[in-house]
Structures are given as C-alpha cells and as structure tokens.
C-alpha cells in the first residue's frame, strides 16, 4: 500500500481523506499495526488505481525470490531511498533510461 502511494505521489493524508479515515489510521495499515478490511481494501486500491489482487499477486513468489537472490534489505520497496531512485529512474525518457540502467548494472559488478 505504501509503495503503490508514494509512487502515486499521495501523502498519507490524501489518502485517508480519499477512503475516509484519519490518515494515523493509513500509517497503522502501512505497518500491519491494524489489519485492512476487504471494503477498505476495495476502497484503497481504487483511490491507488490498482485491483485488490495487486495486494496479493506474487507475495509467496516475491519472498522467495528476493532472499534467494539478493544480499539488500528483505523489503526493499519499504526504503523510501530506493523508491526515490526508481520514481526517479521512470522519470528519465526511455531512450535514456537504458544507459544508466548498464551503468548502474556495471558498477554493481565492480563492488
């Protein structure tokens, strides 16, 4: 949920007033702290512009992949610098996107 907001460029306070509640109540779904109920899960994912199931589809699979594959933080999409660096990645025109993606994908190897 938080992922999908911040890509969208909502605060937690758009989106609270948007599905109606008080944003605290957002930051408690975006910990786990409370759980969602369908409804206000419908209500989110359409004020997100996503269907319900993209808060289900792959989680099982993402997981594995993840701690299989990778040494960075087990949530990476929960660390506001990384989505910083994506949002801004998809900012750039595709044309000049590629050459920092292979830069980027170099200088991996090297460290």
């Known amino acids: 949920m938080r992922h999908q907001r911040w890509m969208i460029g909502a605060t937690q306070q758009q989106l609270a007033d948007s599905v109606g509640v008080k944003f605290q109540q957002i930051q408690k779904y975006e910990t786990g702290m409370n759980r969602v109920s369908a409804s206000r899960l419908w209500d989110i994912a359409a004020v997100l512009g996503v269907p319900v199931s993209f808060f289900f589809d792959g989680l099982e699979a993402e997981e594995s ?44 190897k090297i460290g």
């Not at 949530?75 to 998809?90: G, K």
């Open 65 to 108: 992949a993840v701690s299989d594959k990778c040494d960075f933080p087990h949530d990476i999409l929960s660390d506001r610098e990384a989505l910083e660096l994506l949002r801004s990645l998809y900012s750039i025109p595709q044309k000049q996107r590629r050459p920092l993606f292979e830069l980027a994908r170099a200088l991996s």
